[in-house]
């Protein structure tokens, strides 16, 4: 079946512009996560859904991130006045259920000039 | 806040070496521990977990045992192949209530025929 996707797999924009990253989980995952990774480094903790809902932002960095999931399925990443240090690759990840395996998607990579 | 440690800089060794990468980690309550791999051009995947302390996960020939009196979940397999090159991170899920991940700076591994 098919897995995690994300799109774009590439975005380049220039400084102060608003991007939108898509994550289309598995189908019938209720759980999905997104995670930021800079070069050299793991995977950082962002946001996690629980259905529609937020259930955990504590790991956005500021308040010009912001992340959607209106209908419990599909979820858009949302960066304002985007900055060089936001550059990274940011990694979606969605699971069945609290406790089972999380399938991570092949990430957006994130380029802002 | 919880987090993870591993070994410094990249891993370079020959066919059916012996591999060895450490991890330790810091955590409040009783984590569940995890490794993932990267494989070039793919997405992260599971690798192996352990739930509790003296489990030992294992897969694909690689085991790793989540030891609480060391702190540490060293991953490890006895004759690696070419096709065990890539990234491997160490992670932890700790007493969130959401299961977010906290990994690792990941470790290079690259095996030579």
């Known amino acids: 079946g098919a897995g995690v996707s994300q799109t774009p797999s590439n975005k380049v924009t220039e400084k102060g512009k608003y991007v939108e990253l898509r994550c289309d989980p598995i189908s019938g995952h209720t759980a999905l996560y997104w995670y930021r990774q800079s070069l050299g480094q793991g995977p950082e903790f962002l946001i996690y859904f629980q259905g529609t809902g937020a259930a955990d932002d504590s790991g956005l960095p500021n308040d010009r991130f912001f992340a959607v999931r209106p209908e419990g399925s599909v979820s858009t990443l949302k960066i304002q006045r985007t900055e060089r240090g936001d550059s990274a690759v940011y990694l979606c990840a969605s699971s069945s259920s609290l406790g089972y395996e999380q399938f991570f998607g092949p990430g957006t990579r994130l380029t802002v000039l | ?113």
Request: net charge negative; with cysteine.
């Open chain 2, 1 to 113: 806040g919880d987090s993870v440690t591993q070994m410094e800089g990249p891993v370079t060794l020959s066919e059916e070496a012996f591999l060895t990468i450490n991890c330790t980690y810091t955590a409040t309550g009783y984590p569940s521990l995890f490794w993932y791999v990267q494989y070039p051009g793919e997405g992260l995947q599971l690798l192996l977990k352990a739930t509790k302390a003296d489990d030992k996960g294992s897969n694909k020939g690689f085991e790793a045992t989540y030891r609480k009196e060391t702190t540490s979940f060293h991953l490890e397999k006895g004759s690696v192949q070419v096709s065990d090159s890539a990234v491997y991170f160490c992670a932890l899920s700790g007493d969130y209530g959401n299961n977010r991940l906290a990994f690792g700076k990941g470790n290079q591994v690259v095996v030579i025929p």
